[in-house]
């Protein structure tokens, strides 16, 4: 399928707070070099390149070597934990490594997945390597990047019981102002995918309503969820501007604030600027 065009750039630049530029690749065939070249080109400077099983990691890793913009998170997504088996615990044995490295700045994406993973015992591990990731996270200081799908009380239950990171961020945030308040109460950012542009999810712009102008992130999440207008057509950090724009247009905020907003946010949630 083909690329869209390349939007208006902003007028200030912004972070895409959680992208896969491999899978990106892989779908769509846009280059990582070029990914990278076109995002900046539009005032998307900086990029958090997310790993989901071991070789992702290893990935993200050596992009984050790579490119100055870049810098990692790496974990054992969800779904992945809950299918691996045996292999599980080598996968998290290389997560700590990785940890570890002054590239990455973040362990993630971790969290639940109720929607692709149903039968409880896999959800118990998804549970076990969820509060594993969340340890890592406190042992290395890391920022804590969490996938939560139609499991937000039980993530926040494993939260509190092994306790909040220094930094946390709610990636592809899917709740409503309730859960909102209540992750925002815990000192979580909130990151918004293009999903909060779809005309159905009412209840994710409640959530942008209430959460401070200084804990709002934006992320494309590529190459999936590409925002409105182009949803249906693969996704890139490049198109961050959609997105941008609707969160500018929705709060009410003038554009280039609202970006200065997504860079500072991101040098807090990330631990400083890279």
Not at 219 to 235: K, S, V
Request: with cysteine; charged share 20%; aromatic share 6%.
């Amino acid at each position: 399928m083909e690329l869209p065009d390349l939007p208006e750039p902003l007028p200030a630049p912004v972070v895409d707070s959680h992208c896969h530029l491999d899978s990106t690749h892989t779908q769509s065939g846009l280059d990582p070099e070029e990914a990278v070249r076109l995002a900046a080109e539009v005032g998307v400077t900086r990029i958090v390149q997310i790993g989901c099983d071991p070789e992702g990691c290893r990935w993200a890793v050596q992009a984050a070597e790579r490119w100055p913009s870049v810098i990692a998170g790496v974990a054992i997504h969800p779904n992945d934990a809950a299918r691996m088996g045996p292999e599980l615990l080598s996968g998290l044995e290389l997560v700590e490594a990785l940890a570890q490295h002054p590239r990455v700045r973040a362990v993630g994406e971790t969290g639940l997945d109720y929607f692709r993973t149903t039968d409880a015992a896999s959800r118990a591990v998804q549970r076990d390597a969820f509060a594993a990731h969340i340890a890592l996270a406190h042992a290395f200081g890391r920022t804590l990047i969490v996938h939560d799908r139609e499991a937000h009380h039980d993530i926040l239950d494993v939260l509190d019981a092994e306790g909040w990171p220094a930094r946390v961020v709610m990636h592809c945030f899917s709740g409503d102002d309730q859960f909102a308040r209540a992750c925002l109460d815990r000192g979580a950012h909130l990151s918004f995918a293009g999903t909060v542009t779809f005309k159905a999810n009412d209840q994710l712009r409640a959530a942008l309503a209430v959460a401070p102008l200084d804990r709002v992130l934006v992320e494309t999440d590529a190459p999936y969820l590409t925002p409105m207008p182009l949803r249906g057509r693969p996704n890139a950090s490049y198109l961050i501007p959609h997105t941008a724009r609707f969160l500018a247009t929705t709060r009410g905020v003038e554009l280039e604030r609202m970006c200065r907003a997504l860079s500072d946010n991101a040098d807090v949630a990330f631990g400083g600027s890279w």
